[in-house]
């Protein structure tokens, strides 16, 4: 995989562009200014530039299309605007421009749903991790007792913002290395990286990192610290601009790991064919390979659509970020070791597979199946891909404290090499009704389902 030449990380955050659009007095009213919406409404765009595009021409040609340029990343020759022209992306072209704000979102299957977060206080004090089967499969207790990981690995949990104040994740978050990226440009303003609507992106922290105390839960890796970076609006959307600002931001903060427990809206499967979505493809494409050539690795969910993702629509088509080459995508498991129901699943695409849990059928509790980790206010069970994801980021967290220095080639290869292989299903009726529910291609050592199989914690500080 290429590496791109290090560019200064100054570089990154450029300046605003002031420059307004505004027709001259003595303008002819039918002529090619910029003509604002009636409803004065400003929308948002992702801008993709030819190679070698420096600032100053990127941001020219922006404001001579009646756009606004929020930032410039001139290490991919990315850009974010807004405009309140809705000419802006025939003016761009529609090849180079594209606005999600603008594209009515699919509906998305959530797991998680709150109207707002509570600060942590008054947090239980009781020790809860003999509830967290999840650990067990991985072997997470026994890595404890050889290390907890180091200070000096960073993950980077681009998620919905995490509550800084829970007893479980206080001393891990590190404000300085956190950042909000509603906007497409990093606010490192502690508001813009808090959890305002969702408990989601606490509970991704909690599994890669909630502290060892005697107390609450313990994550894979709670020596090491996290980075909350805030890509989920209020909305629970993640536009492909907060998807390339919150991979640019842990590429200039040097993270160590990035876990996105998402995929891209507004499509489950984004392909080249087709104006926007190619924008959309290219421009975080673009976001995640110079992440990677920053020595950065980056893990996302495989979904929870259920879906074959070696098998999409289009060949140019990717759930994105999971789909993209250079990043670890991961399918979940139940407590049985077996796909869950709702999990994504594809050969070639998926790489590995760790416990994200399934809702129990029968008496008593049914989320006794599912993962149990922080949120605002106290803790939760939570299941889907965006539960497994977290296990792996904090098993490469352990692997990158043993192995300081390791590239993100080798940090994959040896997770890959120390998972545990779990064989395709005999049978994968999991309603009873005689039908298969999905079909596990490959074989023992690296299939659809599971990849290269479960990844191991104590494995990963031992071998």
């Known amino acids: 995989m290429p590496l791109l030449r290090r560019v200064r990380a100054a570089a990154v955050l450029t300046a605003v562009l002031t420059t307004t659009c505004a027709l001259p007095a003595a303008a002819d009213p039918t002529d090619d200014g910029c003509k604002p919406a009636s409803s004065g409404n400003t929308s948002r765009y992702i801008v993709v530039f030819d190679r070698g595009t420096s600032t100053a021409k990127a941001q020219s040609e922006i404001a001579d299309a009646c756009g606004v340029t929020t930032v410039y990343y001139p290490e991919i020759e990315v850009a974010v605007a807004t405009s309140n022209d809705p000419r802006f992306t025939d003016q761009m072209g529609a090849d180079r421009a594209f606005s999600a704000q603008r594209t009515t979102p699919r509906k998305r299957k959530t797991e998680e749903t709150s109207t707002g977060v509570r600060r942590s206080t008054n947090v239980s004090t009781a020790d809860r991790t003999g509830e967290q089967w999840d650990m067990a499969m991985i072997n997470a207790p026994a890595a404890h007792e050889i290390t907890t990981g180091n200070s000096d690995v960073v993950v980077g949990v681009l998620d919905s913002g995490i509550d800084a104040t829970h007893p479980d994740l206080k001393a891990a978050v590190d404000p300085t290395v956190s950042a909000g ?251 009873g009704t005689g039908t298969q529910d999905a079909y596990c291609a490959g074989y023992a050592p690296y299939n659809g389902f599971y990849g290269h199989g479960l990844v191991d914690a104590l494995a990963a500080v031992t071998n």
């Not at 590429?251 to 996105?260: D, E, G, L």
């Not at 110079?290 to 999409?312: F, G, I, K, L, W």
């Not at 994504?344 to 590995?352: K, N, Q, R, S």
């Open 181 to 431: 990226c509603l906007t497409g440009r990093p606010d490192t303003t502690p508001a813009a990286w808090a959890p305002k609507n969702s408990p989601h992106g606490t509970h991704v922290a909690g599994t890669i990192a909630a502290a060892d105390d005697g107390k609450g839960v313990t994550g894979v890796a709670p020596g090491v610290r996290l980075a909350s970076v805030r890509v989920v609006d209020d909305d629970g959307r993640i536009f492909p601009e907060y998807a390339v600002c919150g991979f640019m931001w842990a590429a200039q903060k040097h993270m160590t790991i990035t876990n996105s427990s998402f995929f891209v809206d507004p499509w489950l499967f984004t392909c080249t064919k087709g104006g926007g979505q190619s924008v959309a493809q290219e421009a975080l494409t673009r976001a995640v390979r110079y992440a990677y050539s920053q020595r950065v690795v980056n893990v996302a969910a495989a979904t929870n659509e259920n879906v074959d993702m070696a098998d999409p629509p289009d060949p140019s088509c990717r759930v994105m970020p999971a789909g993209l080459r250079d990043v670890l995508a991961v399918s979940s498991v139940g407590m049985d070791k077996l796909k869950a129901g709702y999990s994504a699943y594809g050969l070639g695409v998926v790489d590995v597979t760790a416990p994200g849990g399934e809702r129990l059928r029968g008496k008593g509790d049914p989320d006794r199946g599912c993962v149990l980790s922080t949120v605002p206010g106290g803790y939760a069970r939570y299941c889907g891909t965006s539960m497994a994801a977290p296990h792996v980021s904090g098993v490469l967290a352990l692997l990158a404290s043993s192995h300081p220095g390791a590239s993100p080639a080798a940090l994959t290869r040896m997770l890959n090499n120390q998972s545990q292989t779990v064989p395709c299903p005999a049978d994968y009726d999991l309603n």
